[in-house]
Every structure is written in structure tokens, then in C-alpha cells.
């Protein structure tokens, strides 16, 4: 979530498709050392079937659960001249990471999302993920805000600062994060390591 003056939502990434495989074909020699005569038939090697990866499915959430991850990870880090944690693929590094955890904080996490839902019923009328963007925006900044101490939020407060080091750990450890919004360049030697430059996640 940024109080900053945001940039129009992209698209959509473009996805680089792999049209086709080119097989150079090189005269084959016989066992003289020569090109095989002009007209004889030679087999070339087939090329291997491209095989589509399987969609992702998640581990740990429903369906319901990984869309309000998706729009409360895109609200903590949201698209402006970079990609977003939606284009990073939030949700599923959190998927992964809640499908180890133990059972308490997996309920933790569970309770968490199901108290955004109830809180956000109270207030608008509907799901989180189905509240408008200044809808979600005002729940989060009550959670956020690091003075809310009333009692009733406190599951709310709790929930917030999870999902937000989750999100955090899954965008900065993606190849956007890593390498589009940080600049990382592998194995150079780098004097300092500027890290996340959001004035909000610095507290």
C-alpha cells in the first residue's frame, strides 16, 4: 500500500511465447570422411514436443482465499514504473511458504484473511477483494497505522503485519523484485545494497 501518487495499471505482461524449434541440418559424413552422396535419404532428428506446463494450483488456499491475497499483496505493493507483487506472483511464494508452516499459523493466517472479509462486510457491505480500491485502502490504513490498539482490530493489526512481511519476502526474492525494482545483477560487487526504497516499509 502506497500513499503516493500511483501510476496507471499496465495491461497486462507480455508473455514471451516459444514459437518453434529451428534445426540446423549438417551434411552427415559416411564413415570415409565425405558428405554423404546428393540424393540419399537421411532422417533428421525429430524435434522434442513442446509440452505446456501445468496451470498453478494452490497448496494451501481456496480460490476465494488466493484472490484476497492476490489484491491485499498488489495494495501493499502495488504497480507504479515497475511491476507489482500481482505480476510477481505474491500470492503463490505465500501459497508455498503457509503450505510448510505449522498448523497454528496456518489457522493464524486463515482467521486473518476470514477477519478482512468480516471487517470489510461491516463497512461496505462486501468481501475485501470485492470492496472498491478506496474501500480497501481505508481498512488497510486503519490496520497499518501502528496506533490502532482498539481491541476488536487486533486480529486485523496481526494479520496485516504477516501478510506484509510475506508479501515483502515474495516480491524482493522474485525476479521483478530482485532484479527490475533493486537492480541486482548476480554475482556483481555491489559497495552497498540499497534494498527496499518505499518509505512505508522501512518502519
Same mark, same amino acid.
Given at each position: 500500500?502506497?500513499?503516493?501518487?500511483?501510476m496507471?495499471?499496465r495491461?497486462?505482461?507480455?508473455q514471451?511465447?516459444?514459437?518453434?524449434?529451428?534445426?540446423?541440418? @549438417?551434411?552427415? +559424413?559416411?564413415?570415409?570422411g565425405?558428405?554423404l552422396? #546428393?540424393?540419399?535419404?537421411v532422417h533428421?532428428m525429430? &524435434?522434442? %514436443?513442446?509440452?505446456?506446463?501445468?496451470?498453478w494450483?494452490?497448496?494451501?488456499?481456496?480460490?476465494?482465499?488466493?484472490?484476497?491475497?492476490?489484491?491485499?499483496?498488489?495494495?501493499i505493493?502495488?504497480t507504479?514504473?515497475?511491476?507489482?507483487?500481482?505480476?510477481?506472483?505474491?500470492n503463490?511464494?505465500?501459497?508455498?511458504?503457509?503450505?510448510?508452516?505449522?498448523?497454528?499459523r496456518?489457522?493464524d493466517? @486463515?482467521?486473518? +484473511?476470514?477477519?478482512t472479509d468480516?471487517?470489510s462486510? #461491516?463497512?461496505?457491505?462486501?468481501?475485501?477483494?470485492? &470492496?472498491? %480500491?478506496?474501500?480497501q485502502?481505508?481498512?488497510?490504513?486503519t490496520?497499518?497505522?501502528?496506533?490502532?490498539t482498539?481491541?476488536?482490530?487486533?486480529i486485523?493489526v496481526?494479520?496485516?503485519n504477516?501478510?506484509k512481511?510475506?508479501?515483502?519476502?515474495?516480491?524482493?526474492?522474485?525476479?521483478?523484485?530482485?532484479?527490475?525494482?533493486?537492480g541486482?545483477?548476480?554475482?556483481?560487487?555491489?559497495?552497498?545494497?540499497?534494498?527496499?526504497t518505499?518509505?512505508?516499509?522501512q518502519?
Amino acid at each position: 500500500m502506497s500513499d503516493n501518487k500511483r501510476m496507471d495499471r499496465r495491461t497486462a505482461l507480455k508473455q514471451i511465447a516459444v514459437g518453434g524449434v529451428v534445426i540446423a541440418t @549438417i551434411p552427415m +559424413l559416411d564413415r570415409s570422411g565425405s558428405a554423404l552422396a #546428393e540424393g540419399q535419404h537421411v532422417h533428421a532428428m525429430a &524435434a522434442a %514436443p513442446v509440452v505446456a506446463a501445468e496451470p498453478w494450483k494452490p497448496l494451501f488456499f481456496n480460490a476465494h482465499q488466493n484472490e484476497t491475497v492476490i489484491v491485499l499483496s498488489e495494495l501493499i505493493i502495488p504497480t507504479t514504473d515497475t511491476p507489482g507483487a500481482k505480476a510477481a506472483k505474491v500470492n503463490e511464494f505465500v501459497d508455498l511458504m503457509l503450505s510448510e508452516e505449522g498448523e497454528d499459523r496456518k489457522t493464524d493466517f @486463515i482467521r486473518g +484473511l476470514s477477519w478482512t472479509d468480516k471487517k470489510s462486510n #461491516e463497512l461496505f457491505g462486501t468481501n475485501f477483494k470485492d &470492496a472498491t %480500491p478506496e474501500q480497501q485502502n481505508a481498512l488497510l490504513v486503519t490496520l497499518s497505522s501502528g496506533k490502532n490498539t482498539a481491541l476488536e482490530d487486533q486480529i486485523g493489526v496481526e494479520f496485516f503485519n504477516t501478510i506484509k512481511r510475506h508479501t515483502i519476502d515474495g516480491y524482493y526474492t522474485s525476479e521483478i523484485g530482485l532484479i527490475k525494482e533493486l537492480g541486482y545483477k548476480g554475482n556483481t560487487y555491489l559497495d552497498e545494497f540499497p534494498g527496499c526504497t518505499h518509505p512505508e516499509h522501512q518502519k
